[in-house]
């Protein structure tokens, strides 16, 4: 048999010796460029409607830019909804924009003439990945390259990663509102000081919001409202940890009743009306005896201990949206240095000497140079004798500033205020000395109040006052007096500190409930998303090199050396990058051109109105 060989420089398919063997048998010319190409509407149309999506998401991410910071809305929930669906969308049509756009770019540059690599850079950046992946290994880094990297990277910003990382969002907002004033720095009998009609003038009256400010008249009016305030205040449970003694069992008990650390100290953070109860600053752990003016932190997870069982109202300067707020309140509260049927066993007076008469003085601007004195006073066994207990404490005013802190996580929540920071205030214009017992009314009536309003009907039985006194952990205990018990008003073997604590919170809960009740017993983010990120990484298709291989219009230059056809294209591409290239009619002096990739580069274009072949 012979076999007929071709050598090996021979092309298996010849070429036509001239431009008149292209006209094919029918006689007919090969058409133009122009009519060989797609329509207008197919390379152009089509491409302008895959911006429909993305120009869509633009829109919508104009419509978030415009909703952020506002409050919710079905306009903003509908929104996200939309954006959601959105997202799904927007990488597969930014891909579809983005990766035709690119291999336009690179027949563009390839009929101007470019460089083999710039092409590769191009054609093989469809995907991020791709695109960063390209910028390192062929070392190819320019402004344009970056470029393209940095156009690929918001296919991620408007995936469902960014997607889900938007949402409602709590507001934190500093601002100042209107206290009330019977909560102010400013003294109570300041307040509900009345001057007397003068010779023709008439005297001025102002309403006094303490229930023992009130005129004798309408005092009967008042007290139920007041009482009712102090007994729900002395009902949390968390107050069986305010100064108790926490080497006791019984303790640890109680904090597991109550559900944890955590849930004691959210419980101690307001009262039973969701008032902003202000810690004793003095007793804090971080407070600085040397520094009382800077601010103290007030523990999150810890139960403090609180100047009142009833806190400080928070009205206003709120919304009903979720929402955070910060507001800064200047307040006092009132620490000690040391008829009703009810029999109570602890007793109350207010000492009368020449530094009395200073606070109760028809002078406002009288100075007070010592301050208000109370006696405590009890019974205790002494073998079979009945002797009286009697402890002097001096009242004292501390005048605070208190972070408020307000959360609401969702519009259907609770509004949670807490204080979250508490000072000395700074220059205070008022005496230490000035409490609100130095408006005489208060201190004629809370003392005789304060022991009868919690007391039980049996004379041997504790009240709640007196109970919580000896041990908060046993404040709500109904066990009866036993013989040998002390008395339920002997106060002998506790601590004078511990008493001290104890009384100021009870006082200034009798003092806080005897404000306005209405405004007392008043009714009033974030969802964090993981970011999930998805990357498509197409795979790397065989390089442009290809079409340089063995053809007869590109001419390597001398000293560039380049691997053997056994050598990958992408790896002979690393010798040929630098080579510049262009797609160009090769006989432009013939009737029907050619059009090939060459390294004869030249400033001719193509010719729409030109037959090729």
């Known amino acids: ?57 633009l829109v919508l991410i ?82 344009w390259t970056i470029g393209i990297v940095v156009i690929w990277s918001f296919s991620l ?12 969002q709590s507001r934190r907002n500093v601002e100042e509102i209107e206290a009330m004033h019977y909560f102010s720095q ?14 023709g003038e008439g005297g001025t009256y102002t309403a006094c919001e303490s229930t023992f400010g009130q005129p004798t008249s309408s005092l009967s009016r008042e007290l139920p409202a007041f009482r009712r305030a102090v007994n729900a205040a002395f009902s949390r449970p968390d107050i069986l940890l305010s100064h108790s003694n926490v080497s006791t069992d019984y303790n640890d008990t109680v904090i597991e009743q109550l559900g944890g650390f955590a849930q004691a100290a959210r419980l101690g953070k307001q009262d039973i009306w969701r008032n902003v109860r202000v810690p004793f600053m003095e007793l804090l752990p971080e407070y600085d005896h040397q520094s009382p003016e800077a601010w103290t932190k007030v523990p999150l997870e810890k139960y403090v201990l609180y100047s009142s069982f009833i806190g400080v109202p928070v009205r206003g ?31 109350l007076d207010i000492v009368k000497n020449n530094a009395t008469y200073s606070h109760f003085n028809e002078d406002l601007n009288t100075t007070i140079e010592a301050p208000l004195q109370l006696i405590v006073g009890g019974e205790c066994l002494n073998g079979e004798k009945r002797v009286h207990m009697i402890r002097v404490c001096n009242i004292v005013t501390s005048y605070v500033d208190v ?15 807490q204080a979250d920071r508490i000072r000395r205030t700074l220059d205070s214009k008022d005496s230490t000395y000035l409490t609100d017992l130095s408006y005489k009314p208060v201190s004629s009536r809370l003392p005789y109040e304060m022991p009868f309003t919690t007391a039980t009907y049996d004379p041997f039985m504790p009240g709640l006052l007196e109970r919580y006194i000896r041990q908060p952990l046993l404040t709500f205990s109904t066990d009866n007096y036993n013989q040998g018990d002390p008395l339920p008003a002997c106060y002998s073997d506790l601590s004078q500190s511990l008493f001290e604590a104890r009384f100021a919170t009870a006082l200034n809960t009798f003092l806080m409930a005897s404000y306005n009740s209405i405004v007392l017993t008043g ?7 993981g970011i999930d990120q998805f990357l498509n990484s197409t795979h790397d298709n065989d390089s442009i090199d290809g079409l340089t291989r063995d053809s007869p219009s590109i001419k390597i230059p001398n000293g560039c ?20 290239v262009q797609i160009r009619d090769v006989e432009p002096d013939s009737d029907v051109g050619r059009i090939v990739l060459t390294t004869d580069t030249t400033y001719k274009r193509l010719d729409w109105n030109r037959a090729y072949v």
């Not at 400013?186 to 010779?199: A, S």
Request: hydrophobic share 40%; glycine share 8%.
């Open 62 to 143: 104009g419509i978030v830019a415009h909703l952020s910071g506002r409050k919710q809305s079905l306009f903003g929930d509908d929104t996200l909804e939309v954006l959601q669906l959105a997202s799904t969308l927007w990488p597969i049509s930014f891909a579809a924009v983005v990766g035709p756009f690119l291999r336009t770019l690179a027949l563009y540059c390839a009929e101007r003439g470019s460089t083999l690599g710039s092409l590769e850079f191009l054609l093989t950046s469809q995907t991020t990945v791709a695109a960063v992946k390209n910028l390192f290994a062929f070392r190819h880094i320019h402004i």
């Open 523 to 529: 009714a009033d983010t974030r969802i964090v998303f």
């Open 403 to 417: 972070d408020v802190g307000c959360k609401r996580l969702s519009s259907t929540d609770d509004l949670n205020c």
């Open 561 to 580: 050396f380049v691997p053997g056809s056994g050598v990958s294209s992408k790896d002979r591409l690393q010798a040929t990058n630098n080579i510049r």
């Open 157 to 168: 910003l408007g995936g469902q990663a960014a997607v889900r990382s938007l949402g409602l």
């Open 186 to 199: 400013v003294p109570l009998r300041t307040l509900c000081h009345n001057e007397p009609p003068g010779p």
């Open 1 to 57: 048999m012979v076999l007929s060989t071709v050598p090996e420089n021979q092309r298996l398919v010849s070429a036509p010796s001239n431009p008149e063997d292209t006209v094919s048998d029918g006689g007919k010319k090969p058409p133009t460029l122009r009519e060989v190409s797609p329509s207008w509407f197919w390379r152009v149309g089509a491409a302008a409607a895959l911006l429909v999506v993305p120009a869509a998401y």
């Open 317 to 347: 300067g709120t919304r009903p949206e979720a929402a955070g707020n910060s507001k800064f309140e200047p307040l006092q509260y009132q620490g000690l240095e040391f008829g009703l049927n009810t029999k109570p066993n602890l007793w």
